[in-house]
């Protein structure tokens, strides 16, 4: 069964403090995600991956940076973590477009930047 | 960049009834649209994607696309208390994997 895993799901942080979101997936899929979802913005995608070794930015990458190691693990990572950057994250993997097109997310990680 | 917009903000349906959402792309270039289910606390779970113009029918879920308008609806007959829930859209364009994501339809079916 598709699966992704995200570790930790809860994190709460200073302000100022690095912190290192991990996801894994056992789908061998090539893409990656990390997007934030808000209240009042949906899901906004932050990096992706297209497999290890890169990394994209996506739409919101200011204060974050990624790293895809393998195929399985593409992290996210706040240098300098700020108030505004709490929020739920979420990874995925997938493969989107021609006659496969799917996408499984991870339970999410609710950060808060205190 | 690309936007997504999705139409209505909330929507209620009776139990049995048909629930209709809509999502527009702003980019003419636009090549695929997904459409997810969130329920809340969880994550997004991908429900259908559609490429081509026409219809796409899976169980009591069908999607439209109209590529020359950028739109694409989904339905839901015989709506279950069960479907209530966050709905997003997500479209691609340009030939790449970089998904845009409407800020969602929430529905709600009431017994």
């Known amino acids: 069964e598709a699966a992704v895993t995200q570790s930790p799901r809860n994190k709460v942080a200073v302000t100022g403090g690095k912190v290192t979101l991990s996801c894994n997936q056992t789908?061998?899929?090539?893409?990656m995600y990390w997007y934030r979802q808000d209240t009042g913005h949906g899901l906004r995608l932050i990096h992706y991956?297209?497999?290890?070794?890169?990394?994209e930015k996506g739409d919101i990458p200011d204060g974050y940076k990624a790293s895809r190691p393998s195929q399985e693990n593409f992290s996210l990572i706040l240098e300098l973590a700020t108030p505004s950057q709490t929020s739920v994250y979420f990874c995925?993997?997938?493969?989107?477009?021609?006659?496969?097109?799917?996408?499984?997310f991870g339970p999410g990680t609710r950060l808060t930047v205190l | 960049q690309q936007k997504v917009q999705q139409s209505p903000e909330s929507l209620i349906v009776p139990e049995g009834g048909m629930a209709s959402l809509n999502c527009t792309s702003s980019?003419?270039?636009?090549?695929y649209f997904w459409w997810y289910r969130q329920h809340s606390g969880k994550s997004p779970k991908m429900l259908m994607?559609?490429?081509?113009?026409g219809e796409k029918e899976e169980g009591r879920f069908t999607v439209h696309l109209n590529k020359a308008s950028l739109h694409t609806s989904l339905h839901i007959r015989d709506s279950q208390p069960s479907d209530s829930a966050l709905y997003l859209c997500?479209?691609?364009?340009?030939?790449?994997?970089?998904?845009?994501f409407g800020k969602g339809t929430s529905l709600v079916v009431h017994p």
């Open positions: 995925a993997s997938g493969e989107l477009g021609g006659r496969l097109s799917e996408q499984y």
């Open positions: 789908n061998n899929h090539n893409n």
């Open positions: 991956s297209y497999g290890a070794g890169s990394t």
């Open positions: 980019d003419r270039n636009v090549d």
């Open positions: 994607s559609i490429f081509s113009n």
């Open positions: 997500a479209a691609t364009s340009g030939g790449n994997y970089k998904p845009t």
